[in-house]
């Protein structure tokens, strides 16, 4: 049982603010202080013109010492705004911040109704339910938690890379950890990027390998976080790093023995061109990976399979790096705040299947473009067609999987600038006739329009509107061998069918598949659509609803580079901020179980969304851990034998808040 | 010989079973009555009630009221055990909680008498007869009390000192009671005279029950064959133990039947049946409404199963009488 550590007489201050006219245009402030005044408890009862001023919080010490109040009340704007002011003040007038209430007679009360005197009615009562509860308040302690200064960022890509550098350089310790065998996301596939048409590489490796000698960095690429405890400031963190089979220290990537590899030919779908060449069983991503390290495919490899391979890939190391036995090793690390950077997925064209992707062989997605544009592609560089030819006219169908409401109604917001750059590059490559059918050109940033203006230059063909279908059915002898494109455009306001030679489709972009799950496992939200949720749209855009966890990049929603780099840094900032200041305040909101009381039925154990309830066996009991608990109250609400309490929301408090809020209400009878 | 400490066993809205709890004590109740002077128990002895009248204000040492309030003849009587005595203690769950006869204030009185003397299956009364308050016969008036619309529990009507659970109380939970108050050994007024922490605690299945139920369906005692080394609830069987006050050391439990929730709630639950369905609703696998409606489907009497005990002193409590 709780004992009141205060058994001396309550003495209220109560404080009504006019908040210029937004409170006392409605609500008769002058009769609700008169009112409050006669109840029990209430010492000082006064209306102020702004409670949040200097002055109105003046106002508050000067009585609490003068009157020794011990409980203050003030009716004003939403707690979300100014309880934490006024906790402050009633701090500074030296009395425990937690009695203090605050009564919300604006967003609550005046700004939602018109008649003036039921309004001033309802500040009554609202008035009285606060003035009963305050009886049961209690001093509570502020609980400071320290912030390990380790960051942990998870996701390779763009976004991941610049925060882990940000963070780095200003000295703190990293943890890099990144799912394929190479960092760089998607970026690293890209032949150049717009608006500028500067070389991805040129711009992506030289960060690429600072991150890989950062002496503040570890980086764990082929790894993935399979389980995170703990909370703000203290995470512990187990990471799974698969097997390489390659000794990581002894590899030089001099790439030996993947030419030695018996296989002369690659036989497996290379994962890094989406599919375009077939690679070894041991092989390298791309040439600029990052590590420099080999790895071998277990699904594909010989030795593997049947364990009868020659191994001429072991005979070809001479720094004995290649270990067939090596096994998953489990890494346990403590950080203190985490970034989740772990980027998108590009919609699966297989969806749309009147554009003919996967049945027509030169119909391409964005991503396979990107790779045969590049000069470290596929090819080269040079644009050759699934069929071997060289395509005279290209045809490129933005928002595939984009604005659309059977497959995703958000706009991918990079496509039709990729589109537009990616017309540019085939151009340059070939020469070719290139046709762009976009339902809006969505070029809002920097330097965009600009861009786009100057593929108007190019010749660059624009027609406005959705695609129906993309077929090989030629009516005409000039459609003969070609893909047909058939399209409304909405400009001249007649369908047209436009034959090419191959077609592009803007696939857009998506939450990565396995968001929920990297979702649960960090205990954050994702929006509607699978993307990770930002606390606040606007002005808290890359933290989570979990503290000390923040999102960066394409995982938080489609975004292109510029925008994934400045939420990277965002990112980092708001980790350091967390890690400079050292500690931070709990909210004391938090729910406890009474030893006691508790019967160890075990309800509660599963249901806190937050993870915070575990069973002490030896006693077998529940037990909260507070630093994890968030005041959610569903544990409290559960616990069929009252066992668990919230501070700030004990049932004398709720009860007695309701109590004082109907004591005027007639009672109505069946 | 210094008089004997005065005490009545009075009964209202039950159904007897809390008076054979006393027969109950077996061989100890011989101390009982070598220990007290019985001065009331119309079930056993024959004391009128002008006999307590005539007794003086608070000469009674303690009163054991079982059963509800339901007439006003049980409220005279209440009123007149509290008035001569010091102590009254709401002895079993009717007079604690309000009962098995508390579940009849789902109904109104109208509905209730209509229903027993003209619908019931039993019932023939072409007529339509209805007993009368007030009748003559020789000359004299024979009255019947007012059957009251609601159903009370003991200290909505009366000031009561303790409270003694179970339907019936345990012979032991007694026995602990007597010795208190003939020693005079007591606790805070308004304290039920049992452990306060919820029956799992001392449930012989406890170490089974799991951290997750994921109810798919609630299944009745009588259509189950019970594992009776599991946790009823695992079992998919509604057992009100988590939200139960203990002390009844799980005598139903090691029976195979599920706790009912007799000994009402913890001191600091004010609604039983609300915190058993938040803590069971939690619990339940589905996730969609119409996963969940079908699972709560299976619980064909939800008042009858979750406030059995308690709806007159639950939030749910009607008021008019
Ligand atoms: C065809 C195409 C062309 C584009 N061209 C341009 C352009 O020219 N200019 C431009 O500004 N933008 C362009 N974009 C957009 C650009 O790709 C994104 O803005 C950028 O890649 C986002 O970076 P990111 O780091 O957030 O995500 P990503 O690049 O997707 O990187 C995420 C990284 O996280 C890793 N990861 C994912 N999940 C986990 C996990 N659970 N554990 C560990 N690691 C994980 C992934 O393997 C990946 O390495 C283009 C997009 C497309 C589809
Ligand atoms: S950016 Fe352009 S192509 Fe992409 S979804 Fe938006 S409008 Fe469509
Ligand atoms: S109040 Fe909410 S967050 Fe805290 S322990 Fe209970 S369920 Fe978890
Ligand atoms: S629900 Fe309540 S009684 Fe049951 S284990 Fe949790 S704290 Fe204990
Ligand atoms: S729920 Fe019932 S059977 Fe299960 S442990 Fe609790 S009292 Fe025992």
Redesign the interface.
């Given at each position: 049982m709780h004992n009141y550590e205060q058994k001396e007489a309550v003495r209220i201050g109560f404080y009504i603010c006019h908040c210029g006219h937004n409170i006392a245009s409605i609500v008769d402030v002058k009769a609700v202080a008169e009112y409050v005044k006669s109840l029990p408890g209430v010492v000082v009862s006064c209306e102020y013109k702004y409670m949040c001023s200097d002055p109105g919080q003046e106002l508050i010490q000067k009585d609490i010492h003068e009157h020794s109040l011990n409980r203050i009340i003030v009716a004003s704007c939403s707690p979300l705004l100014h309880e934490h002011t006024f906790r402050t003040a009633v701090e500074k007038g030296g009395l425990n911040p937690y009695y203090f209430q605050m009564v919300n007679i604006r967003e609550d009360v005046s700004w939602v109704h018109t008649d003036a005197k039921a309004a001033t009615e309802k500040s009554k009562d609202l008035a009285r339910a606060a003035v009963q509860r305050v009886f049961h308040h209690k001093a509570l302690e502020t609980k400071h938690v320290k912030i390990h200064p380790d960051v942990l960022i998870v996701g390779g890509g763009i976004a991941g890379i610049h925060a882990a550098l940000t963070l780095a350089n200003s000295g703190k310790k990293v943890f890099l950890v990144e799912r394929q065998p190479t960092i760089g996301g998607h970026m690293a596939m890209f032949d150049k990027t717009f608006p500028t048409l500067d070389c991805a590489a040129c711009i992506l490796t030289p960060k690429m390998s600072q991150v890989k000698n950062h002496p503040n960095i570890t980086l764990w690429t082929y790894s993935e976080v399979t389980k995170v405890d703990g909370y703000v400031g203290n995470y512990k963190i187990t990471i799974k790093r698969k097997p390489r089979y390659i000794n990581e220290e002894l590899c030089v990537g001099c790439m030996d023995c993947i030419e030695k590899c018996v296989y002369k030919e690659g036989k497996t779908p290379d994962e890094f061109n989406v599919g375009l060449s077939k690679r070894k069983p041991v092989y390298i991503p791309f040439p600029q990976a990052t590590p420099q390290i080999v790895l071998i495919d277990p699904e594909a490899c010989i030795e593997f399979k049947s364990g009868r391979c020659k191994k001429t890939c072991v005979e070809a190391c001479d720094r004995k790096a290649i270990d067939f036995n090596q096994k998953e090793e489990m890494k346990e690390i403590e950080v203190g705040t985490i970034i989740l950077a772990t980027g998108y997925h590009t919609f699966d064209a297989k969806r749309v299947p009147f554009y003919g992707y996967g049945k027509y062989p030169n119909v391409y997605t964005s991503l396979e473009v990107e790779r045969l544009v590049n000069a470290s592609g596929p090819t080269g560089g040079e644009l050759i067609l699934r069929d071997g030819r060289h395509p005279k006219t290209v045809g490129i169908i933005h928002c595939v999987g984009s604005r659309d409401k059977n497959t995703n109604r958000w706009c991918s917001r990079t496509c039709c600038m990729y589109s537009l750059k990616l017309a540019h590059l085939l151009k340059e490559h070939t020469e070719a006739e290139v046709y762009n059918f976009y339902i809006d050109i969505r070029a809002a940033g920097k330097s965009y329009e600009e861009f786009y203006d100057k593929l108007l230059d190019e010749n660059v063909h624009f027609i406005r509107g959705r695609v129906a279908e993309v077929s090989d059915w030629a009516v005409r002898s000039s459609e003969e061998g070609k893909l047909i494109i058939r399209a409304e455009d909405t400009m001249i306001g007649i369908v047209r069918r436009i034959p090419v030679d191959m077609v592009v489709l803007a696939v857009g972009m998506e939450p990565q598949s396995d968001s929920q799950d990297v979702r649960r496992l960090f205990n954050i939200s994702c929006s509607t659509e699978g993307f990770f949720l930002e606390r606040h749209p606007k002005l808290a855009p890359v933290d989570t609803f979990t503290d000390g966890i923040f999102i960066a990049g394409a995982c938080q929603g489609p975004k292109d580079i510029p925008d994934s780099v400045a939420q990277a840094g965002a990112a980092a900032a708001q980790a350091l901020t967390l890690i400079d200041t050292g500690e931070i305040e709990l909210e004391p909101n938090t729910a406890f179980v009474v030893q006691d009381d508790c019967s160890g039925c075990r309800t509660c154990l599963t249901i806190c969304p937050y993870n915070a309830i575990s069973r002490d066996e030896a006693k077998q009991k529940a037990f909260i851990n507070e630093a994890l608990c968030k005041g959610c109250g569903t544990c409290v609400a559960a616990c069929p034998s009252g066992a668990i309490k919230q501070n700030l929301f004990e049932d004398e408090m709720i009860f007695s808040e309701i109590n004082g809020l109907l004591e005027n209400t007639p009672v109505v009878c069946c | 010989m210094p008089e004997k400490p005065k005490v009545t066993f009075y009964w209202c809205a039950s159904c007897g079973g809390c008076e054979e709890s006393v027969v109950d004590l077996a061989e100890n109740i011989l101390d009982v009555v070598a220990a007290v002077d019985i001065v009331m128990w119309p079930v056993a002895m024959d004391f009128k009630k002008k006999d307590v009248e005539a007794m003086e204000d608070k000469s009674i040492l303690v009163s054991m009221i079982n059963g509800a309030i339901r007439t006003s003849e049980q409220e005279e009587m209440a009123k007149l055990m509290r008035r001569k005595s010091q102590l009254v203690i709401a002895y079993g769950s009717c007079a604690h909680l309000g009962g098995i006869p508390g579940l009849a204030n789902q109904f109104q009185r109208e509905e209730i008498l209509q229903y027993i003397f003209e619908e019931s299956p039993s019932t023939v009364n072409p007529q339509k007869t209805r007993p009368e308050r007030k009748v003559m016969t020789n000359g004299n008036a024979v009255t019947l009390p007012n059957f009251f619309n609601v159903v009370r529990a003991l200290d909505q009507v009366i000031d009561v000192d303790y409270y003694l659970p179970g339907c019936p109380p345990t012979p032991k939970l007694l026995k602990q009671a007597l010795d208190a108050l003939l020693s005079g050994n007591l606790p805070e007024k308004g304290t039920v005279l049992a452990p306060?922490?919820?029956?799992?605690?001392e449930c012989p299945k406890?170490d089974t029950?799991?951290?997750?139920l994921k109810f798919t369906e609630f299944k009745r005692p009588h259509l189950v064959q019970i594992d009776s080394a599991t946790c009823l609830l695992a079992q998919g069987i509604v057992c009100m133990?988590?939200?139960t006050?203990?002390g009844c050391e799980g005598v139903c439990i090691s029976g195979n039947m599920p706790c009912t929730g007799c000994f009402g709630?913890?001191?600091?639950?004010?609604d039983q049946g609300a915190?058993?369905l938040?803590?069971l609703a939690?619990?339940v696998e589905a996730k969609d409404e119409k996963g969940i409606d079908a699972t709560l489907a299976t619980i064909p009497d939800p008042v009858g199963t979750f406030y059995r005990y308690g709806l007159p002193i639950s939030l749910l409590r009607?008021?008019?009488f």
């Open positions: - | 306060d922490i919820a029956l799992c605690d406890k029950k799991p951290s997750d133990g988590p939200a006050r203990g709630p913890t001191s600091r639950v004010k915190k058993i938040s803590a939690s619990q009607r008021k008019n």
